[in-house]
């Protein structure tokens, strides 16, 4: 195949692969704010426990029709990738409870610096000025779009402190763990999902009761919120997978970056379907400002020397099949 029948080919899997996650991200914000706001549904660790028992099933299914390879995933790896993903979804409930949303906007932003230094230390990432500019725009324009009041304590300080740094994380290793054993985005999810699931079940109903002082076990599961509990989980099972894939064939970083796109549709959504409240000039904006920066991110690290590897490579280690 030609080089550029080759590039060609890579750039509209990219597409499909963000076009992927955009969607199932986007689907399961509106489906869980119906599910907790309209329906009362407000155990969001023990929903998520929920996300992952389902993905665990998925995993399993398409593992016994031959379509996920067994693969080896060493346990210390395993857990430390579970730490970091647990603690980045309690931290996030956590310090939404306890910060303003102006807040806990700020802290989400800055995942971007922070997943940049991972890189920066851990790979030897080199950005260029244009790339470095680029995260720039993007982080003024969702700033302006999103932060609105800020005020912020001191155990809120440290819920935020630790959402952003076990996210980041969590994210760096999706991308890590992929290239160092070979996994393909199936095989990770269907090592980690099943410890993810255990723990959150056991974890959920303890946390969300201390979060909400009420017991998942006492809610009123009617078939209305049984549809949108399993709709959720549905949706959920695209949403883990689109971020391994996307983590998988970028990094971290361009996840976070490009990522944003997802806040700024969520905003667009929420005024095509609640009405114009909210939507006002400097929120339009920062849309602007943050598209504008989301595509000069996308030129400027894709051209040479905006983002590269100064250092040899990660050594790689093939999968063991059972």
């Given at each position: 195949?030609?080089?550029?029948?080759?590039?060609?080919?890579?750039?509209?899997?990219?597409?499909?692969?963000?076009?992927?996650?955009?969607?199932?991200?986007?689907?399961?914000?509106?489906?869980n704010k119906a599910l907790m706001a309209t329906y009362g549904f407000s155990f969001a660790t023990t929903l998520t426990g929920l996300?992952?028992?389902?993905?665990?099933?998925?995993?399993?299914?398409?593992?016994?029709?031959?379509?996920?390879?067994?693969?080896?995933?060493?346990?210390?790896?395993?857990?430390?990738?579970?730490?970091?993903?647990?603690?980045?979804?309690?931290?996030?409930?956590?310090?939404?409870?306890?910060?303003?949303?102006?807040?806990?906007?700020?802290?989400?932003?800055?995942?971007?610096?922070?997943?940049?230094?991972?890189?920066?230390?851990?790979?030897?990432?080199?950005?260029?000025?244009?790339?470095?500019?680029?995260?720039?725009?993007?982080?003024?324009?969702?700033?302006?779009?999103?932060?609105?009041?800020?005020?912020?304590?001191?155990?809120?300080?440290?819920?935020?402190?630790?959402?952003?740094?076990?996210?980041?994380?969590?994210?760096?290793?999706?991308?890590?763990?992929?290239?160092?054993?070979?996994?393909?985005?199936?095989?990770?999810?269907?090592?980690?999902?099943?410890?993810?699931?255990?723990?959150?079940?056991?974890?959920?109903?303890?946390?969300?009761?201390?979060?909400?002082e009420k017991r998942v076990d006492r809610y009123d599961y009617n078939t209305t919120a049984l549809m949108f509990i399993i709709m959720?989980?549905?949706?959920?099972?695209?949403?883990?997978?689109?971020?391994?894939?996307?983590?998988?064939?970028?990094?971290?970083?361009?996840?976070?970056?490009?990522?944003?796109?997802?806040?700024?549709?969520?905003?667009?959504?929420?005024?095509?379907?609640?009405?114009?409240?909210?939507?006002?000039?400097?929120?339009?904006?920062?849309?602007?400002?943050?598209?504008?920066?989301?595509?000069?991110?996308?030129?400027?690290?894709?051209?040479?020397?905006?983002?590269?590897?100064?250092?040899?490579?990660?050594?790689?280690?093939?999968?063991?099949?059972?």
């Amino acid at each position: 195949m030609a080089p550029s029948s080759k590039a060609e080919k890579k750039a509209a899997v990219d597409a499909a692969a963000w076009m992927f996650n955009v969607v199932t991200s986007v689907g399961i914000i509106i489906v869980n704010k119906a599910l907790m706001a309209t329906y009362g549904f407000s155990f969001a660790t023990t929903l998520t426990g929920l996300h992952f028992a389902t993905t665990t099933l998925m995993t399993t299914i398409l593992r016994m029709l031959g379509y996920v390879q067994s693969s080896h995933l060493p346990l210390p790896d395993l857990l430390k990738f579970v730490l970091f993903a647990n603690f980045s979804i309690v931290g996030m409930n956590v310090s939404l409870m306890w910060n303003s949303v102006g807040f806990y906007q700020i802290a989400k932003l800055t995942m971007i610096p922070v997943s940049c230094l991972l890189e920066v230390v851990l790979d030897k990432i080199h950005y260029s000025r244009g790339t470095k500019l680029s995260i720039g725009v993007v982080l003024l324009g969702v700033g302006v779009c999103t932060v609105t009041d800020v005020s912020v304590n001191t155990k809120g300080f440290i819920a935020a402190f630790i959402a952003v740094w076990s996210t980041s994380l969590q994210q760096y290793y999706v991308h890590l763990l992929q290239r160092k054993y070979s996994l393909s985005s199936f095989s990770l999810l269907g090592h980690t999902a099943p410890v993810q699931a255990a723990s959150l079940l056991l974890l959920g109903p303890f946390l969300d009761y201390w979060l909400t002082e009420k017991r998942v076990d006492r809610y009123d599961y009617n078939t209305t919120a049984l549809m949108f509990i399993i709709m959720s989980c549905t949706i959920a099972v695209g949403t883990n997978l689109s971020q391994f894939i996307c983590i998988g064939r970028f990094t971290a970083v361009s996840f976070q970056v490009l990522g944003h796109m997802k806040t700024i549709l969520v905003l667009i959504l929420g005024f095509f379907f609640f009405g114009k409240e909210g939507l006002n000039l400097h929120v339009v904006f920062g849309m602007i400002i943050a598209v504008a920066g989301m595509v000069w991110y996308g030129n400027a690290s894709s051209k040479p020397g905006g983002k590269e590897r100064r250092t040899h490579s990660l050594p790689m280690n093939r999968t063991e099949t059972r």
